[in-house]
């Protein structure tokens, strides 16, 4: 290996531990355990790509769409079983989605020395962030896209009592539990994974702005109050959600539409922030002016909306 070659991979080595470090206890404070390596791409650098990936297992992919393509910058997750595979969201206005996830399921078929598997592109919820890449899939082979809809959600995971009931959804070998969560959106589901005890909660918990139309905050309050039920009987190592919105500063969050997010909270949250969010949906917040400041979310309530 050439010397100068060897030095630059020593370098890139020594940064990414340096960022490591300087992450673990940002991760530490939030009181979250820390399962990145890298540091999300948070649109600090002239240029960054379009999509960051992570992976949390050889079968677990986090998907980051980049903050300049999108203020949003949503989050989404991959995950596959023997028989099929999930990925979660297809990401905001203005990603290039479907490539990064083309490229990790060919490297996931070679790597177990096959030629194909199903793959279902399922929503946290319905907005307009995490669908904007749907039609990219539609037409993918051995691809099936749910529909936006509560009553789509529901007959495609068997969930006969919406949104009551919290099922199973196995991938093969890999049984998840499906937990509709309206309140943010009507559509709104998380996915717990119990190999990796991590709890993909969407736009109902994540360190940002928790907006909530306040025509349905008793449908959120009683989302949350089911979350917390199943959390207490489920161990959850980490809460991840679809964004980053607050910086490592407890209760300051960035400027709507934020160009860049320098100084990033971590993208895992707590068990105990369930509780956290339970505990404060309680209080009235039934006036959009007045937000309610958590260390690591914000409740944001909102005027009514449709769904």
């Avoid at 650098?45 to 903050?67: M, Y």
Wanted: aromatic share 6%; hydrophobic share 45%.
């Amino acid at each position: 290996m050439p010397k100068a070659t060897a030095r630059l991979r020593r370098g890139a080595a020594a940064a990414v531990l340096a960022i490591a470090a300087c992450l673990a206890p940002a991760a530490a404070a939030s009181g979250a355990p820390h399962l990145f390596a890298e540091r999300w791409i948070d649109g600090t650098l002239p240029q960054e790509p379009v999509t960051q990936v992570q992976a949390l297992d050889a079968d677990s992919f986090v998907i980051r769409q980049s903050v300049q393509t999108n203020f949003e910058a949503p989050f989404l997750y991959l995950l596959f079983g023997r028989d099929r595979a999930l990925l979660l969201d297809t990401g905001a206005q203005g990603g290039v989605i479907r490539p990064t996830v083309d490229r990790l399921v060919a490297r996931w078929l070679a790597a177990h020395h096959r030629d194909d598997i199903p793959l279902v592109v399922a929503h946290s919820h319905s907005h307009g962030d995490h669908v904007a890449a749907d039609a990219a899939f539609r037409d993918r082979a051995h691809t099936t896209v749910i529909g936006l809809r509560p009553g789509d959600v529901a007959a495609f995971f068997g969930v006969a009592r919406w949104p009551k009931d919290i099922v199973r959804f196995d991938l093969g070998g890999r049984a998840l539990r499906i937990i509709p969560t309206p309140g943010h959106q009507a559509a709104a589901i998380m996915v717990y994974d119990p190999r990796l005890r991590v709890l993909l909660s969407g736009d109902t918990l994540y360190p940002g702005r928790l907006y909530v139309p306040v025509n349905f905050m008793d449908a959120n309050r009683a989302s949350v109050d089911r979350v917390a039920r199943f959390a207490q009987r489920h161990p959850v190592r980490a809460v991840l959600g679809a964004h980053i919105e607050m910086t490592v500063r407890p209760g300051v969050d960035y400027a709507h539409k934020a160009p860049a997010h320098p100084d990033e909270h971590p993208l895992e949250l707590p068990a105990s922030a369930i509780t956290e969010l339970r505990a404060g949906l309680k209080a009235p917040l039934d006036n959009p002016d007045k937000p309610q400041v958590h260390d690591h979310f914000i409740i944001v309530p909102v005027p009514p909306r449709p769904d």
